[in-house]
Nanobody, 124 residues
């Protein structure tokens, strides 16, 4: 059974940093495209960043995304999202996703496997 599990969320103050982690298990994911999304209640899931096993990366184009850095450790089947200078508007549930194949995409529909999400709350 495939499992995707996020960790690292929490309650922080504006300006703080967090690093989210995502571990995929149940099959070998070290060559699958993986990405991060977030969702605020009542809104669509929003693409943040994605990375292939070979290092190709896609990052959302909003200027604020310059604060977020995606990386992965293929040996550990783990994906990371480093978030710096957090703002209250970054408050959301953050999801990790893995694609069926090696390619990455910016649409949620591209990804087959999803974690349960980890809550990030940024207070002002």
């Amino acid at each position: 059974q495939v499992q995707v599990v996020e960790s690292g969320g929490g309650l922080v103050q504006a300006g703080d940093s967090l690093r989210l982690s995502c571990t995929a298990s149940g099959r070998t994911f070290n060559r699958n495209g993986m990405g991060w999304f977030r969702q605020v209640s009542g809104k669509e899931r929003e693409f943040l960043a994605a990375r292939t096993w070979s290092g190709e990366a896609a990052v959302a184009t909003d200027s604020e995304r310059g604060r977020f850095t995606i990386s992965r450790d293929n040996k550990k089947n783990t994906l990371y999202l480093q978030m710096n200078s957090l703002k209250p508007e970054d408050t959301a549930i953050y999801y990790c996703a893995a694609a069926q194949g090696t390619r990455i995409g910016t649409a949620a529909a591209h990804y087959e496997y999803w974690g349960q999400g980890t809550q990030v709350t940024v207070s002002s």
